[in-house]
C-alpha cells in the first residue's frame, strides 16, 4: 500500500489551465477505473472534484476534468481562480476493500 | 442532507484504546459502504478503513491491521472505529466518508492525539 506520487506543488495564473498528475501501479491507478479526486481548503474536509477517474458531481463546475491513462491519472482545471488555490489528492481503488491516496499536490494561483 | 458527525476522539496515552463513532442521518445508511479516513496535522490525507453495506467486506491500511476493528450497526445508523494498542503516529484528524461514486460525504472530523 505505497502511496500513489503527486507533485508537491504546481502553480498558474487566473485564466490558465493546470494539470496535476497521480501516478500509481496495475495493482491500483492502473487497474481499476476507481481514482478520484478531492479538493482541501486549509481547516475543511475534504471535497470531492471527480470520481470514478472522468465523473464529476453536479456541483463541481465543469472546469474540473478527469482522465487517466496506463498508471497515471490526471486532473486537470482550466480557467483558473482564485478559490481554486487549495490541496488536492487524489484516490484509487487497490482491490480487496482497500483505497490508497496520493500524497497531495498544493495548488497556487499566481 | 446527508450528515456524518464523528466522535470518541481525544487524547490518549501510547498503547491505550479509544473508540471512535461516525452518526450518519440523511440517507440509507445500511445500502452504503463505510470508509474512515485520517489526516497528521500539516500531513495528508490517508485512507485507514472500509467497511461494505453489510459489515461482511472490511479492508485495513497496513498500518492499522491488527490493532483498528471498523464495524457498523445499521440499526442505529453509526459507523465505529476501534483503535487499540495506539502509538504517537496514530495521532490525526479521523474522517469517516460515505462510498458511492467517490468519497461523495465527509464529516469534520474528530481528532485523535496520542502523547504521553
Known amino acids: 500500500q505505497s502511496a500513489l506520487t503527486q507533485p508537491r506543488s504546481v502553480s498558474g495564473s487566473p485564466g490558465q489551465s493546470v494539470t496535476i498528475s497521480c501516478t500509481g501501479s496495475s495493482s491500483d491507478v492502473g487497474g481499476y477505473n476507481y481514482v478520484s479526486w478531492y479538493q482541501q481548503h486549509p481547516g475543511k474536509a475534504p471535497k470531492l472534484m471527480i470520481y470514478d477517474v472522468s465523473g464529476r458531481p453536479s456541483a463541481v463546475p465543469d472546469r474540473f476534468s478527469g482522465s487517466k491513462s496506463g498508471n497515471t491519472a490526471s486532473l486537470t482545471i482550466s480557467g483558473l481562480q482564485a478559490e481554486d488555490e487549495a490541496d488536492y489528492y487524489c484516490?484509487?481503488?487497490?482491490?480487496?476493500?482497500?483505497?490508497?491516496f496520493g500524497g497531495g499536490t498544493k495548488l497556487t494561483v499566481l | 442532507e446527508v450528515q456524518l458527525v464523528e466522535s470518541g476522539g481525544g487524547l490518549v496515552q501510547p498503547g491505550g484504546s479509544l473508540r471512535l463513532s461516525c452518526a450518519a442521518s440523511?440517507?440509507?445508511?445500511?445500502?452504503?459502504?463505510m470508509n474512515w479516513v485520517r489526516q497528521a496535522p500539516g500531513k495528508g490525507l490517508v485512507w485507514v478503513s472500509r467497511?461494505?453495506?453489510?459489515?461482511?467486506?472490511?479492508g485495513y491500511a497496513d498500518s492499522v491491521k491488527g490493532r483498528f476493528t471498523v464495524s457498523r450497526d445499521n440499526a442505529k445508523n453509526t459507523l465505529y472505529l476501534q483503535m487499540n494498542s495506539l502509538r504517537v503516529d496514530d495521532t490525526a484528524v479521523y474522517y469517516c466518508t460515505r462510498d458511492y461514486e467517490g468519497l461523495a460525504y465527509w464529516g469534520q472530523g474528530t481528532p485523535v492525539t496520542v502523547s504521553s
Open positions: 467497511i461494505k453495506s453489510d459489515g461482511n467486506s472490511i
Open positions: 484516490c484509487s481503488y487497490a482491490g480487496s476493500n482497500t483505497f490508497v
Open positions: 440523511g440517507f440509507t445508511f445500511s445500502m452504503y459502504a
